[in-house]
């Protein structure tokens, strides 16, 4: 009897890039609800336009650089990357800033570069600081959290669309009626007008640690994260590194004067910081390799953000100390690659 | 009786490693069968050296089971026996299994009786022999690595340092295979006998017994073993159920906790490593005086019908082993000898095993994970977590695709020991170790082209500077029959190594 012959090793892995792209999507799953579920259905609306325009470019890129396209757009990473960057936005927020974010994060950041793989920089985030530094202004499009007892006119399902397809709300609503400036950027301005912490905390819109509504959504998206490690798609290394690293910096400033420095606890559940740690910090593709220098890139985003978040002039820094760290990583790599068996230590 | 030590009790925990799906019990429900003798044998005559033993007997010559056949070419290499009695029907090349081309066999048809050679004694008392005379017996024997090597057990020994430590193989770490399992299950003692000879051998004072923690039937029979024995010198060791954890070098480093130097051999730290099968076919040659002429070999995998152990005479073809098994089960696709993973996949099942055979597998289409299609590298790190040689395959990848061949040496492809743990964690589906055997081959060639290069330069100028010195000799002395004859004998020089032709 005859057989077929191939080289060994005969096993493969059961796993695959889409599906691991898969259970990141899933992963995502209940802290996208828990936000729509504070903020409105704004986010889905971004989802939408991100996925759609992030697919698309995917497409065209494909196509310009003659590589096959339906198979590369089915392992996922396109609308894993649209949907990273689409939890980041406000959920008020025209179609233009999405659509440039994203056709600048996979046409220029990912595609430019090589395609999946060889990218330098996080699509997600890149996409993220190129939106935040080009539309200032419409970056702040945060409704209050529902938290049940403010008095705010929560924008509705139509005035959402109306507002995410032409950029102006709808009657007489004005994008300050319905927006609140986000935890970190009052205890910026607070802190900037010589308040002091206590003073700064008690604004309704702060719950037990970070922002009301928001802190849950950082729980979400924690559990998430927590998911992911528990199946073995991301390693502790880079979350430990982050949370870590903010929370030491945190930690320390906090303990030296607590009337002028956040606490870390709300460093840790405002801003990006749970999604950073868990979702954009491990992206395989932009972060290193070995265990030790996912250690050191964690790290050194985590002590970056707290450094751009208390001196810089962005109040929330993840985006920016994720790039920093990103280009840092071929260095990283060199510098922490593991001691081959029997070669002299 | 004392109570036997087990040495690390705690097991190690490697870092590198890949956990595949457990298939060892497939083929441990049923005990080892032992096979009757087949109608033909085809026994090769060359083990891992290449280099093949000389043939004692002729086409047509009757001989009797375990009768020396060919004779070792050199000293420390194995005798081989006839492992069925029967008629010598041919001599030359044939295909086995396991080997890319046909190697020299001898072909042996079944008689009609089923007589036994008995020209070695069984020789119980083993303490009283000098080492040496051990160690030739061990070679007498035709006793061969079992674990897959098939390096000549006696040359192995021959190359230990003093009083070494001895290190028995039990911990098969690959998929399916569960020959050592069983034979550990079965036959503890023997193994146990086999590491108190090897001891005796090597003048070794501490010997341990390697298995994995998912083998708890194995781990059982041995404590028994060893308190029967009562041998301070043997302690057992259990180590993690992790691929490749019973790889040669990751096994001393998971037992001993020391690593073997790039280029060194276990020898070089003073270990000397065997498979506990042969530890144990050293025993059978003591105690009964029966030379290595059988294996147990495991036939798995769900394109067999009854998984099970099968003790078989050395040259049987694989067909009658899948038949012992039930024959096959469906229509499988592959078939490997070896492991899931080091394993090589057969064409055909006529194809006849050697001493190195432990496992045959029958798999079915997605047994083994589906082929897939490749896909770019995502830097997911799985690969660098799992390979026990501390590499970064990812890297060594980049660096096999644009052939840089400083990168590879630096990257150390050298030190790739061929598993394929990083192939099987790899999401992408990358052909990993495929293309690091091409970084290996791209890597030797470089160097030899760099020596070739190193040499000729060095021929040159030692030419120049020949000619120099001609040239101004010339000037003052005729060319004569003494000065052409210098000439000649510097030309047939040339062969020689740079440096001591031309530099006279």
Same mark, same amino acid.
């Given at each position: ?7 060994? @090793? ?125 539309? @200032? ?200 690659? @593991? ?7 | ?160 340092? @003093? ?342």
């Amino acid at each position: 009897m005859r057989f077929d012959t191939t080289p060994p @090793p005969q096993w493969q892995s059961a796993s695959s890039v889409a599906s691991m792209m898969r259970i990141v999507m899933l992963a995502l799953l209940p802290a996208i609800l828990v936000s729509a579920w504070f903020y409105g259905p704004g986010i889905f609306f971004n989802i939408v336009v991100a996925v759609v325009v992030g697919l698309g470019t995917e497409a065209v890129a494909l196509r310009l650089r003659h590589k096959p396209v339906l198979a590369t757009l089915g392992d996922g990473s396109a609308i894993v990357a649209a949907l990273l960057f689409a939890f980041s936005l406000p959920p008020l927020c025209p179609w233009w800033v999405t659509a440039s974010g994203m056709v600048f994060a996979i046409g220029l950041v990912k595609h430019a570069y090589g395609g999946l793989g060889y990218n330098l920089f996080n699509p997600a985030m890149a996409g993220y600081v190129l939106v935040l530094v080009s539309f @200032p202004s419409l970056m702040t499009g945060w409704p209050e959290a529902d938290i049940g007892d403010l008095d705010y006119q929560r924008p509705s399902v139509a005035a959402t669309l109306h507002y995410g397809l032409t950029g102006e709300l709808p009657d007489a609503l004005t994008l300050d009626a319905v927006t609140r400036a986000t935890v970190l950027d009052r205890v910026r301005e607070g802190l900037g007008a010589m308040r002091t912490m206590d003073e700064i905390r008690t604004n309704p819109v702060f719950g037990d640690f970070g922002g009301a509504g928001w802190e849950w959504v950082s729980n979400f998206v924690a559990l998430g994260g927590a998911a992911l490690l528990w199946l073995g798609i991301i390693r502790w290394h880079v979350p430990a590194g982050v949370l870590g690293g903010l929370l030491g910096m945190a930690g320390f400033f906090w303990l030296m004067d607590p009337e002028i420095h956040a606490s870390p606890g709300l460093h840790l559940f405002s801003g990006g910081a749970m999604l950073g740690a868990f979702f954009i910090a491990t992206d395989p593709v932009s972060s290193p390799t070995t265990a030790r220098g996912r250690l050191v890139h964690g790290a050194g985003i985590g002590v970056l953000t707290y450094i751009i978040r208390s001196w810089g002039s962005y109040a929330d820094g993840i985006a920016f100390a994720v790039l920093l760290m990103n280009m840092a990583v071929p260095l990283i790599e060199r510098w922490t690659r @593991p001691r081959i068996y029997g070669r002299p230590g | 009786m004392s109570a036997p030590a087990t040495w690390n009790a705690q097991p190690r925990r490697p870092a590198w490693g890949v956990r595949t799906p457990r298939r060892k019990s497939l083929a441990t429900q049923a005990a080892i069968l032992i096979a009757a003798p087949p109608a033909r044998v085809t026994i090769p005559l060359t083990g891992s050296t290449g280099i093949a033993a000389i043939p004692l007997v002729v086409r047509g010559q009757g001989v009797r089971c375990g009768e020396p056949i060919a004779a070792p070419a050199a000293p420390g290499l194995a005798t081989v026996h006839a492992s069925i009695a029967g008629r010598v029907t041919d001599i030359g090349a044939c295909p086995v299994a396991g080997s890319s081309g046909p190697v020299p066999c001898i072909v042996i048809e079944r008689g009609t009786s089923d007589a036994h050679w008995d020209g070695y004694p069984a020789q119980p008392d083993t303490a009283t022999l000098p080492a040496d005379e051990i160690r030739r017996r061990i070679a007498t024997a035709g006793i061969v690595g079992l674990g897959g090597a098939l390096f000549p057990t006696a040359a192995k020994l021959d190359s230990a340092g @003093p009083t070494p430590l001895l290190l028995l193989n039990g911990a098969e770490c690959e998929a399916y295979i569960s020959c050592d399992d069983m034979l550990l299950r079965e036959r503890a003692d023997r193994v146990v006998a086999g590491g108190r000879i090897l001891c005796t051998a090597l003048d070794a004072e501490l010997c341990v017994i390697a298995i994995k923690t998912d083998m708890p039937e194995a781990r059982a029979a041995l404590l028994d073993a060893l308190d029967q024995a009562g041998d301070p010198r043997l302690a057992l060791s259990t180590v993690t159920a992790k691929y490749p954890a019973g790889g040669e070098r990751q096994l001393i480093e998971l037992v001993f906790g020391c690593e073997v130097p790039v280029g060194g051999r276990p020898a070089d730290i003073g270990v000397i490593c065997q498979n506990v099968a042969t530890a144990a076919a050293v025993a059978d040659f003591f105690l009964d005086g029966r030379p290595l002429i059988s294996r147990i070999i495991t036939i798995s995998g769900g394109g067999i019908t009854t998984p099970r152990n099968i003790e078989a005479r050395i040259g049987t073809p694989v067909a009658e082993l899948v038949a012992l098994a039930g024959g096959y089960a469906g229509t499988p696709e592959r078939l490997i000898m070896g492991g899931p993973m080091m394993g090589v996949a057969l064409p055909d099942d006529a194809l006849p095993i050697t001493a190195a055979t432990n496992c045959l597998i029958a798999a079915t289409a997605g047994e083994l994970g589906d082929t897939a299609v490749e896909q770019p590298c995502i830097r997911c790190g799985l690969c660098v977590e799992a390979c026990p040689a501390g590499l970064m395959p990812q890297e060594l990848l980049n660096a096999v695709r644009v052939e840089n061949t400083a990168r590879l040496a630096e990257l150390g492809v050298s030190e790739c020991i061929d598993c394929g743990a990083c192939d099987f964690a790899c999401p992408s589906h990358i052909p990993l170790t495929a293309q690091f055997r091409t970084g290996k081959r791209l890597l030797s060639t470089a160097q030899l082209a760099r020596e070739q290069a190193d040499r000729a330069r060095s021929r040159y100028d030692a030419r120049t500077q020949r000619l120099a010195r001609e040239s101004s000799v010339q000037a003052t002395t005729p060319v004569g029959p003494s000065a052409l004859d210098a000439l000649l004998a510097r030309t047939r020089q040339r062969d020689n190594p740079p440096g001591g032709d031309e530099a006279d």
